[in-house]
């Protein structure tokens, strides 16, 4: 990945109709984002009939119905994911998912090949399903939402795990250990893997969303990090990407005002198209680091910056002094910088007041 990589989340805001899903595929495509994501799953392998609907999705969509009803209204076939994949390959924009069970996973990577898979915050405990991630071999994406720094370490042993170990080894702790320190294991964490801070709230409190956590993983983990965003509005996403995230993942819809657990949490296109425009700045705006001119402030310098100017009448012979000279603008005689080299040396000729000094 070059650049910022942008992800928009279209989640299950599909709301289980294909040409929904064909339509936020077209917005994502306008809106320049690099990929776009939705989630793969059989309800009835993720979620048990004891479920409880998380609040926000009480609060989205009411309490009539279990989380696992909810969620099977929204599933997408193997047949509508062959037709998305498709549209997002005609439009020229990537097609992510997460997978939240074996099986959708060994669909994304055996049956459609993705180059890349999202791993949801949720699933960071699930140790079936990241083993088997780490052996399909490609790119990870993990979001670490409502997780603590040992939990997110805990995970990455379990992908090392993963990468390295028999395909009939079991995961037992040592074994999760001694993968994770394994030298191709780091090395392999390293080029495959990157890490997104998350606040895995709908929508999520500005005040709780820690961006300062990514360098914190960063730091403890030598990995790439970004941010999956769930505050409202663009700015925090935006300024993620100051911060240096190199993955921004973001939701959006075709209307918050549609039914479903996530819209109102969501970007509508024209904030979507507006998002990845202010993280392209911004991105821009990063630079290189080092403290020069810019090509564009070249100009300016001569009318910005002040040269040595007489401040009344100076006769010939008469010696420059802290009353005689003084420094305004245009900077294109002798630099201000050399006031104090001049106080004291004799005047060359006669200067009438506002005349540039002459170079001694």
């Known amino acids: 990945m070059t650049g910022v990589y942008i992800i928009a ?3 299950v805001n599909h709301n289980g109709s294909v040409d929904t899903a064909v339509e936020l595929i077209d917005v994502a495509t306008a809106a320049g984002a690099d990929a776009v994501k939705f989630q793969t799953f059989r309800s009835e392998s993720v979620i048990s ?3 409880r609907k998380a609040q926000y999705q009480i609060t989205n969509t009411g309490n009539d119905e279990s989380q696992l009803e909810m969620v ?3 599933e997408l076939s193997v047949a509508q994911h062959r037709v998305l994949i498709d549209h997002a390959r005609s439009k020229g924009i990537a097609f992510l998912s997460s997978p939240f069970d074996l099986e959708s996973l060994h669909v994304l990577t055996e049956e459609f090949r993705l180059p890349r898979l999202k791993i949801a915050s949720g699933e960071i405990t699930n140790i079936p399903l990241l083993v088997a991630a780490g052996r399909a071999g490609c790119p990870l994406i993990l979001s670490t939402g409502m997780s603590t720094l040992a939990e997110v370490e805990r995970a990455l042993q379990i992908i090392a795990f993963g990468f390295v170990a028999p395909r009939d080894a079991r995961p037992t702790v040592a074994g999760l250990e001694a993968a994770y320190f394994d030298t191709k294991a780091q090395s392999l964490l390293r080029e495959r893997l990157t ?3 998350c606040t895995t709230e709908y929508p999520a409190p500005v005040q709780e969303v820690n961006l300062r956590a990514m360098n914190t993983m960063r ?3 030598g990995l790439p990090v970004g941010f999956s965003d769930h505050t409202p509005g663009i700015h925090i996403a935006i300024a993620s990407a100051a911060l240096g995230a190199e993955v921004i993942e973001k939701h ?5 005002n549609l039914p479903g657990p996530d819209h109102v949490a969501s970007l509508e296109p024209g904030e979507l198209a507006a998002m990845v425009r202010g993280i392209r ?3 821009q705006a990063l630079g290189s680091g080092r403290k020069l001119p810019a090509p564009s402030e070249m100009k300016n310098i001569p009318i910005a910056r002040k040269s040595l100017i007489a401040a009344r009448a100076i006769k010939k012979g008469e010696a420059f002094s802290e009353i005689n000279l003084t420094t305004k603008r245009p900077g ?3 630099s201000a910088l050399r006031f104090y080299d001049y106080v004291g040396r004799n005047a060359p000729r006669d200067y009438s007041a506002d005349d540039l000094i002459d170079e001694l």
Request: hydrophobic share 55%; no cysteine; proline share 0%.
């Open 332 to 334: 294109t005689g002798v």
């Open 195 to 197: 890490l997104l801070h």
């Open 72 to 74: 099977r209204a929204l």
């Open 281 to 283: 700045d911004v991105e």
């Open 252 to 256: 959006f819809t075709l209307d918050r």
């Open 9 to 11: 989340e279209a989640g």
């Open 219 to 221: 730091a403890a983990f």
């Open 49 to 51: 009939r004891a479920a």
